[in-house]
C-alpha cells in the first residue's frame, strides 16, 4: 500500500515538474518556428515517456516481488535499455497519433504502457522465455478494458472540474492539459500492474513447460 502511495506522488510531482517546464518553454519558444516544433512533438513527449518508463520501473518490484526497485532504476543507466524503450514507445506513439481514436491518451496511453511493461520485462526477468507471449488472455484484456474505458470518464470529469476551478482562482486558461497528462498518466498505474501480472502468468518462466 506504502509504495503505491509514493509512487502516486512521485509521478504527481515529476508530472507537475514536466508540465510547467513545458509551459514555460512554450511561452519562451513562442514563434520560433524550428524549437516550437522540437518542443512540441518531440522534447515534451519524449519527457513524457520518460515518465511512463519510471512509472513502469517502479511499478515492477509490486508486479514481481523478487525484482528491486534500485536494480531497476539501474536501468535507467543502462544505454540499450534506455535507446530500446524510447524507440519503442516513441515509434510506438507516432504511429497510434496517425492513427484515428487510437491518438487519443484515453486509448494510445494504455498501449504504450503495455510496451513498457513489456520493454521493461524483457530487460529485468531473466527467466523470461524467447517466445513470449505478449497479448494478454480474455479475463486480463477484460480487466484492462474496464478499467481504461471507466478511468476514462473518471479523468475526463475530474480534469474539467479540477482545471475550471483553477483556471478560475488563479486568474490564468489552459491547465486541463496538465490535469489530463497528471491523471492519465495515474490511470496507467492500475492498468501496469493488470497487463503486467497477467504476463507472469501466461507464460512458464525459469524453462518450466
Known amino acids: ?22 509551459a514555460w518553454l512554450e511561452k ?13 512533438h518531440f522534447y515534451c513527449p519524449a519527457g513524457r515517456i520518460l515518465l511512463l518508463i519510471l512509472a513502469t520501473l517502479l511499478l515492477w518490484p509490486q508486479i514481481d516481488p523478487a525484482l528491486r526497485t534500485a536494480d531497476l532504476l539501474g536501468l535507467l543507466g543502462d544505454g540499450t535499455f534506455l535507446v530500446n524503450a524510447l524507440n519503442t514507445i516513441f515509434l510506438g506513439g507516432l504511429v497510434l497519433s496517425f492513427i484515428p481514436l487510437l491518438g487519443h491518451p484515453a486509448v494510445g496511453l494504455p498501449i504504450l504502457s503495455a510496451l513498457a511493461t513489456a520493454v521493461v520485462a524483457r530487460h529485468a526477468l531473466p527467466d523470461l522465455p524467447a517466445e ?7 479475463a486480463t484484456a477484460v480487466k484492462l478494458l474496464i478499467v481504461a474505458i471507466g478511468g476514462h470518464f473518471v479523468v475526463r470529469t475530474l480534469a474539467l472540474r479540477w482545471s475550471r476551478a483553477y483556471d478560475d482562482h488563479f486568474l490564468v486558461e489552459g491547465s486541463i492539459r496538465l490535469f489530463n497528462d497528471w491523471l492519465y498518466l495515474l490511470l496507467q498505474v492500475p492498468l501496469i500492474l493488470i497487463y503486467g501480472g497477467g504476463l507472469l502468468r501466461w507464460q512458464p518462466l525459469g524453462g518450466q513447460p
Request: one cysteine or more; proline letters at 5%; charged letters at 10%.
Open 28 to 40: 519562451h519558444f513562442d514563434g520560433i518556428g524550428v524549437s516550437e516544433w522540437l518542443l512540441d
Open 1 to 22: 500500500m506504502w509504495p503505491l502511495i509514493g509512487i502516486f506522488l512521485t509521478l504527481t510531482l515529476l508530472t507537475l515538474l514536466l508540465g510547467l517546464l513545458c
Open 132 to 138: 513470449v507471449r505478449w497479448w494478454p488472455d480474455m
